[in-house]
């Protein structure tokens, strides 16, 4: 074989994995939702892989996917994620979970949802460029390291944060009643307790009476009423795992952990509740946002 023809075939096998032939994922999906369908086909799209879909249906699960003997299992959602958590003899990927595991085990890489305060802070002043007391509720057990770090992404921009415990979903209406009238914007958080049904229905309903406006991390509390979030892309963080596979297959060597965060979003904005409430956004805010109406 010709140098040439060896320089060829080595210079295929970094940048076209397929050359070599295509390895095997099992992607197991929490459920059959419309944000994980999209993760999946941005991991499809990136990974150079030949694909065996999952979806999370029983306890037998992680005997289904070892019986299909694939070279790596990506875990799109966190139930999915914490049913194969326990594989140790392959690379396991996940994407679409909250916040990265906790997790020393070095097979385990992946992409989170979580983004920082500082970015989420960037877009709320954006929309509302006059805020400077901001208000939030959150379950100390799942969210205050973020809260804390909110806390000194505000003191850096000269704002105040107005932040209270929950300890139960009861506590949240009381503790929005007690700030109501003194913030600018309500600041609702990823935290489960402060997102439940219930919770929620009032938050949105004391932002209408008192024209208290929320932000938020999500395009569907945008539809229910809030009037920004800050979106994560599920096509690019499946993108993002689909790039950290192909990695792992080609250096199959390493024993490092790859931990990536959402490097893309999009800001969405329900114009019609800002218009009731009387709140006005740029109209270049507006030029570079998604419209939720």
């Known amino acids: 074989m010709s140098k040439i023809i060896q320089i060829i075939i080595a210079v295929a096998l970094i940048f076209f994995p ?17 944000p994980y369908n999209e993760a999946l086909e941005g991991f499809r799209k990136a ?3 030949n694909i065996t879909e999952f979806v999370l249906h029983g306890d037998n699960i992680l005997k289904e996917i070892l019986d299909d003997n694939p070279d790596m299992v990506l875990a799109i959602g966190m139930d999915a994620f914490n049913h194969v958590k326990t594989i140790k003899d392959r690379p396991v990927i996940y994407t679409m979970v909250p916040t990265h595991p906790a997790s020393a085990v070095q097979n385990v890489s992946g992409v989170s949802i979580s983004l920082s305060p500082d970015r989420y802070l960037d877009a709320l002043l954006d929309v509302f460029p006059n805020a400077r007391r901001i208000g939030v509720v959150f379950d100390p057990n799942r969210s205050e390291a973020f809260v804390n770090d909110a806390v000194h992404a505000c003191r850096s921009r000269g704002l105040e944060i107005i932040a209270k415990k929950a300890m139960r979903p009861s506590d949240v209406p009381s503790l929005i009643d007690g700030m109501k009238d003194r913030i600018d914007v309500f600041w609702l958080l990823p935290d489960p307790m402060v997102v439940s049904p219930e919770s929620l229905q009032y938050i949105l309903l004391v932002s209408f009476q008192h024209k208290m406006p929320v932000f938020t991390f999500s395009k569907k509390y945008v539809d229910m009423g809030a009037i920004a979030a800050l979106n994560i892309v599920p096509y690019d963080l499946g993108m993002q795992a689909g790039e950290i596979a192909r990695k792992l297959f080609l250096d199959k060597g390493t024993k490092a952990q790859i931990r990536a965060f959402p490097r893309k979003t999009a800001l969405t904005i329900n114009s019609k509740i800002a218009r009731k409430m009387g709140i006005e956004i740029r109209d270049e805010v507006l030029k570079r946002s998604n419209d939720a109406n």
Do not use: M, N, P, R
């Open 18 to 34: 397929s050359f070599a032939g295509a390895y095997d994922v099992a992607v197991l999906k929490s459920a059959e939702i419309k």
């Open 47 to 49: 990974c150079s892989c």
